[in-house]
């Protein structure tokens, strides 16, 4: 049986939200349910929301491959790297493909939460489909093992992006690859190009666009810096999230006060 998908919000959270209570008044004791509950919490940055519906839909459901890779890569988003091999494990001996997402993912995560740079980067050039991802990520790990590398890895991934598609939707991957090489520079700090290139990247694209967030996201650990940052406002108001924390309250270790959001 082929294993089931786990639906994108594409950008639509209220609509999204309102998806997921829906399907979660249907069938509240249904594990497959509450793990995309969980992924889409993690997705708006309600991480420890996320990883309590993670932990009902494991219970529900143990047998489950898909719920148990999943389980596994939530815990590995939120640095729980001992209880992220040990499910990934555990979905492998039910069928999970081991090269298969999130799993390869979860794999990346932790050899980088360990500073296995070298080993994050092969992982990402084995899993990703497309280039401009694998090479952002692969200047950044790169950085990361030799920090003098640090300038030349921002130059580098920025000119992974300097030539945008001349249109919404004439590149298909150019969204999520661009939002990858986002994600590579504010991890080795460059949040001045960080930002500069979120802004390039979101101009060519159009609302429902599918954002490949498995890598890095906003809400990663080691994305704390640029939460922080006085233009991350800017970011995910681009990103389609301020109404939908204006409705149902800001993400995790964040405030939403006179429509300003401060995160910690």
């Not at 969204?175 to 994600?183: H, K, T």
């Not at 890598?215 to 006085?230: A, K, L």
Request: a negative charge; glycine letters at 8%.
């Amino acid at each position: 049986m082929p294993l089931r998908p786990i639906p994108t919000w594409h950008w639509q959270q209220l609509e999204g939200e309102s998806h997921d209570r829906a399907a979660l008044v249907l069938a509240p004791n249904d594990g497959y349910v509450l793990i995309i509950r969980a992924v889409h919490l993690m997705a708006v940055g309600r991480l420890r929301e996320g990883l309590d519906a993670a932990h009902s839909a494991y219970a529900l459901a143990p047998a489950d491959p898909l719920v148990v890779a999943y389980y596994a890569w939530i815990n590995a988003g939120v640095g729980r790297d001992a209880e992220a091999s040990r499910y990934a494990a555990a979905a492998i001996d039910l069928g999970f493909p081991k090269d298969g997402n999130p799993l390869i993912t979860v794999r990346e995560l932790t050899a980088l939460h360990a500073g296995r740079y070298a080993e994050a980067a092969a992982l990402r050039t084995r899993d990703s489909n497309d280039s401009r991802s694998a090479e952002s990520a692969r200047f950044a790990y790169g950085a990361l093992e030799h920090p003098a590398q640090r300038s030349a890895a921002l130059t580098a991934i920025a000119r992974l992006f300097s030539a945008a598609p001349a249109q919404s939707g004439a590149d298909p991957g150019y969204a999520s690859a661009c939002i990858n090489g986002v994600q590579s520079m504010a991890l080795v700090g460059g949040l001045d190009e960080a930002f500069a290139l979120a802004n390039r990247c979101l101009t060519r694209v159009e609302a429902g666009t599918v954002i490949d967030w498995w890598r890095f996201d906003p809400w990663s650990p080691e994305m704390r810096g640029s939460r922080r940052d006085t233009r991350f406002q800017a970011y995910v108001t681009r990103l389609g999230m301020m109404e939908y924390y204006q409705q149902y309250g800001p993400s995790d270790d964040c405030e939403l006060k006179n429509n300003k959001l401060t995160c910690h």
